[in-house]
């Protein structure tokens, strides 16, 4: 990902590319499933935010 970024014509996009992916993988029905079995505590939360622009793409609070 570091290489790829570094040579990318427009790095604001790509960013956004590679954390929306990374969303769709944790929102998926296998990683849920295993997230669901994790111990919670009542502020358990799950994120994907980009650290370049703040925007939070993807979050899931407590199973509870």
Do not use: H, W
Not at 27 to 46: A, C, H, W, Y
């Amino acid at each position: 990902m570091k290489a790829d970024y570094s040579q990318s014509e427009n790095k604001k996009l790509d960013g956004e590319k590679y954390f929306q992916v990374c969303a769709e993988v944790l929102n998926s029905p296998m990683v849920m499933k295993e997230i669901g079995e994790l111990k919670q505590t009542n502020d358990f939360r799950v994120s994907v935010a980009n650290p370049d622009s703040g925007k939070n793409i993807f979050n899931v609070c407590s199973f509870f």
